[in-house]
């Protein structure tokens, strides 16, 4: 079965830092891979997929298929990303979403 | 934007007694929704998917004759606990797919808090 790994819980960095957070997957066939967001108190929300592979609010994700990962990455934190973020796969296009478990992302200033 | 909303956003209710949680899009017909549950600090959790008109498919371990899914419109899915136990005090998020060919976007909604005393 297909699986989404996010390996790190809480990831704490300063503000101005680079920013990776990891995502794996198992699967054999070409998924669709997104990176959703949660800030506090609000409904999650897409941030970004990988067959877009545009940047969203400096964020950036590119799908390896050989390590088959999706990791998001930003070079600089800003407070504001402090966010619960979940990386999430998609076989097809109506099937629903895996998600990851999660990886809590706090930016200090 | 689509959006999608829930209710109700939380509710507490009795051991043994049903609760209904409503699930709309607001702005576009979903024939498709979905059903998450969420603990505290965890993922999301598929519990089942909705279909407009068709029974819902659920996810291995999932009690379908305990949660009750309906989805008799393009805009409205209803998820029923029968019978809540404690143990189904939970965080409940639907999802809704827009019913538009090629788009597989799936919207939140904001979630509805379900304390079971």
């Known amino acids: 079965a297909q699986r989404v790994t996010q390996p790190e819980k809480l990831l704490s960095v300063f503000k101005g830092a680079p920013v990776e957070l990891k995502c794996n997957y198992s699967?054999?066939?070409?998924?669709?891979l997104f990176w959703y967001v949660q800030y506090s108190r609000q409904r999650l929300q897409l941030l970004l997929r990988?067959?877009s592979r545009e940047s969203i609010k400096g964020f950036t994700a590119d799908l390896n298929k050989g390590e088959t990962s999706f990791h998001l990455k930003k070079p600089f934190a800003q407070e504001e990303d402090s966010a619960m973020y979940y990386c999430?796969?998609?076989?097809?296009?109506?099937?629903?979403?895996?998600f990851g478990k999660g990886t809590r992302l706090s930016v200090i200033a | 934007g689509a959006v999608v909303s829930q209710h109700p956003s939380w509710v507490i209710c009795k051991s043994g007694t049903s609760v209904k949680i409503e699930c709309r899009s607001l702005?576009?017909?979903?024939?498709?929704m979905f059903w998450y549950r969420q603990f505290p600090k965890q993922s999301l959790m598929l519990m089942a998917t909705?279909?407009?008109?068709?029974?819902?498919?659920?996810e291995q371990g999932v009690e379908k004759d305990k949660f009750l899914i309906n989805h008799a419109s393009l805009t409205l899915s209803t998820l029923t606990v029968t019978s809540a136990h404690p143990e189904d005090s939970s965080f409940y998020i639907c999802?809704?797919?827009?019913?538009?060919?090629?788009?597989?976007?799936?919207?939140f909604g904001p979630g509805t808090r379900l304390t079971v005393t």
């Open positions: 999802s809704a797919r827009e019913s538009r060919l090629f788009s597989y976007e799936q919207y």
């Open positions: 999430a796969l998609q076989l097809s296009g109506n099937t629903p979403l895996v």
């Open positions: 909705s279909n407009e008109g068709s029974k819902a498919t659920y």
């Open positions: 699967y054999s066939g070409s998924p669709e």
């Open positions: 702005d576009f017909q979903a024939t498709t």
């Open positions: 990988h067959i």
